[in-house]
């Protein structure tokens, strides 16, 4: 029922190439745009039109700036707040072990909140507050509001249904659980579970609180949508009622959900802290894009470009604390541009090429003559002490120190 309107619905069928070329209530099927639905009825049973998609979920959220609505928890803030990332000092080893003054900048780029599993709500600037010598990264504005279609109710059935977690489904009742859920990015239904946190869900899921079928709030995994485009950097369209601002082309913002690790996220996406409504919060941010020249830059969601000492572009990467929150592949290192420090994700274990003094790496860092052949390492140690930090590291890979007791520098290696 929920193709009914399929292709009559568009009278105007206009052309298109991405869901931003149509209408707010329009997406691009074929390269046309279309209504898929307009009213509930338009959708199975249990689903919800919202903005012309048919979703497994119930809409609830905030109003601007207030917390509130019932099922996808409850919307926090309001008001205007500053905020950003805060910058300790401290100096950092790079390359081929040159220790380079400095602090260390944290931060992430901007979001913008309205119910949902998250706190959003008012107006925030940021910029970003700085201890230490360095100066931070990210911050900026988060402006919150708009009612979140975040979280949801689940579609029940009072179970009975042999469906088991991750299951294709029609309806609750097809599941062991009496829980189905819509996935945004496919289109399907699945079975899902409860949860208390992201960690019994599958990777690229995410627990959030809905709306129970009977009644009440409850956690479930659902699968995230981080990189899907939120209209007009707004997130009404965001199942986690997030939406990330992209600071030079709004057309480019993305949904967003909740994470601990980036195993929450989908391929490629960094668990980093962002600024939503004044608070900084971890979220499912998108890596890679082309930028120049590195460090503080708004060509990227993430705020940061990393661009090797042998090149002039550059990818942009985001915010970290250790390396489970970054995507497979990557050490939570340190980057720099020529100014200031900042904690990122970083590539490794790739093969790299030295030039005189300088080397192909995200990271600036080369191991050369290893059995493995030339490969980018990661700076794994304190800023401000010296000491290693092997949570930095990929899983398989040790902190080791390449330096001297007196002059440490621990880097990430196979």
Known sequence: MSLALFVSSCSCNATCRLNSDCKYDERCVGNTCV???????????FETCIQGECRGF?????????????????????GAATGGGAAT??????????????????GGG???????????????????????GGAATGGGSATGGGSATG????????????????????????????LCVGNSVTGLRMCTKQCANEGACDEAQACLPVQGPMGGTINICIPSDSGQSCPNGQPTSCIAG????????????????????????PSGFSCSLVNVGGNMQKVCSPQGGQCAPGGVTNQCISRWCSVPQTASQGVCLGNCSVAADCPTGFACGWD????????????????????GQSNNCISKSCAQGTPQGDYCVSICMDLQTGNPQPLRCPTGWSCINEGTVQAPLWVCEQ
């Open 35 to 45: 209504v898929l639905c307009r009213e509930n009825r338009d959708c199975l049973e």
């Open 58 to 78: 119930i809409a609830t959220g905030g109003g601007p700036g207030t917390g509130g609505g019932t099922g996808g928890g409850a919307a926090m803030g309001g």
């Open 89 to 106: 000092g401290g100096g950092a080893a790079t390359g081929g072990g040159t220790a380079m003054g400095g602090g260390a900048a944290t």
């Open 110 to 132: 901007t979001a913008t909140g309205g119910g949902g599993a998250m706190t959003g709500g008012g107006a925030a600037t940021g910029g970003g507050a700085t201890t230490g």
């Open 151 to 178: 979280g949801g109710a689940a579609t029940g059935g009072g179970g009975g249904g042999t469906g088991q977690y991750g299951d294709p489904c029609n309806g609750g009742s097809d599941c062991m659980s009496g």
């Open 242 to 265: 997030l939406c990330l601002v992209h600071p030079g082309n709004v057309s480019l913002s993305v949904c967003a959900t909740p994470c601990s690790s980036a195993r929450a996220c």
């Open 336 to 355: 720099d541009d020529g100014m200031q420090f900042s904690e990122r994700c970083q590539p490794v274990g790739v093969p790299c090429t030295v030039v």
